[in-house]
């Protein structure tokens, strides 16, 4: 199947009365290759809304689900197109990234997931080489290659070393995805959980090693909430006992923890 414009929409998980939302929705807005935009929140506001009018995207409220993974299930549920990108409130994207991706999906054999690499934003700062990024770009690496895209083994190898799929950099295509992909039981690892289950797969991880891109990291966000709270390790353990024995499961979460000591703001 050849995807067009048309089969691509971002939706944007939007909570509360963040600063960034507006950078975010102008950087898709400022797309070479325009899809469809909508925002979708069970926390509705006056500011969301007006955001939502001057630039002309459909604001969908739902009701509260109780969990990230259920936000996320609602917004990818409402989007109807089979390539759905579910861009978060703090996060922008260069203007390149909807022609890679169609570009990149193209290419590929039963593609799964399309992702890219990223930089971090750390006030005004951008971040393209610090030692959190530069360990998952040295992860991904055997996925530049577009004869590994559809092996199991390459992707499982990858995922059993931790997460370095940033999640907001995804494009799930429906048809080889599912629906409702997201656990509404984990706090913080529900994307590490979602991408192992999607690689038991036949089908292709498509990677454009571009980082097209940036991720907000902040003393607001939920992923840092949740590292500075230890949430994380309990989760990431669970992980690493699906591909490893115990005593070795244990010895990586503790090193995994160091490395996500990146995600700090200030580290």
Not at 167 to 172: G, Q
Not at 232 to 244: A, G, P, T, V
Request: charged share 25%.
């Amino acid at each position: 199947m050849t995807y067009r414009t048309e089969d691509h929409t971002w939706a944007v998980c939007a909570y509360g009365d963040t600063p960034y939302l507006e950078e975010c929705l102008r950087s898709l807005k400022a797309q070479k290759v325009p899809s469809g935009i909508m925002i979708v929140t069970s926390t509705p506001s006056e500011t969301i809304r007006s955001l939502g009018e001057r630039y002309g995207i459909p604001v969908h409220e739902h009701a509260k689900t109780g969990s990230i993974g259920g936000d996320w299930n609602a917004a990818y549920d409402l989007a109807s197109t089979p390539l759905v990108t579910l861009a978060h409130q703090d996060d922008v994207y260069h203007p390149d990234y909807t022609g890679k991706l169609l570009e990149y999906v193209n290419r590929a054999t039963d593609p799964i997931l399309f992702f890219t690499d990223y930089y971090e934003i750390r006030g005004e700062k951008k971040a393209y080489a610090n030692r959190n990024l530069r360990i998952k770009k040295i992860m991904l690496f055997p996925l530049r290659s577009r004869l590994l895209w559809k092996s199991r083994f390459v992707r499982r190898r990858i995922l059993s070393l931790g997460s370095p799929i940033c999640c907001p950099s995804v494009t799930y295509i429906r048809p080889r995805a599912g629906q409702t992909v997201f656990s509404t039981e984990l706090k913080v690892s529900l994307d590490w959980d979602q991408w192992e289950k999607q690689s038991r797969k036949q089908g292709s991880f498509v990677y454009c090693p571009v980082p097209l891109m940036g991720h907000r990291v902040h003393g607001e966000s939920e992923t840092t909430r949740m590292i500075a709270s230890h949430a994380r390790e309990k989760e990431d353990l669970m992980m690493f006992r699906r591909f490893w024995p115990e005593s070795v499961a244990g010895w990586l979460v503790r090193r995994y923890a160091k490395s996500e000591d990146q995600n700090q703001v200030g580290s």
